[in-house]
């Protein structure tokens, strides 16, 4: 077994272990934030935080599992194809998405949910990134994380649609109940 077969099975273990601080802390900490949100960020915060307010941890949780779901599937076909192109430019929109995560705090200047596990995880994504990109010309590699960068940021946007409709389903669903 060769180092990338090895380093493949981090991604979703890296992306669930980081993932795990956002569904346990986001909506605590916008409740807790709120108004030094809408204070130092007020029109982003005007457009932000109802959809967040909107939102449970379960929906939350849901688009997550999604996304693992999403990773999961594509390191097995990886690893059991060793075609790992795709995996490398999802890997590394990963770790840019962690990146973005550290400049966030920066930005607002205190914990933001997933800062300690962005900070955890970026020196074994770039360890892991520092080796893979050698086994694949570079274009290839700027080209397959573009390619991912795009993928991610829309199944972002689906996901975030599917939280909300989840949520309001969940609401209804409770209701029933009683």
Known sequence: MNDIEVMVWLFP???IFHDFEEIIFLQAWIKKNRGYLCERFPK??????PHFDSITTSSFALGVAEEFILISIITVISYVTNWYILWVGLFIAFTLHLVIHCFQALIVRKYVPAVITSVLCLPICIYIIKHVVKLFQLDTVILY?????IIMVVNLGIIHKGMDLFSRWLTQYEQQIK
Not at 145 to 149: C, D, G, Q
């Open 13 to 15: 273990i890296l992306f």
């Open 44 to 49: 982003l915060s005007k457009k932000l935080l």
């Open 145 to 149: 994380s573009i390619l991912a960068f």
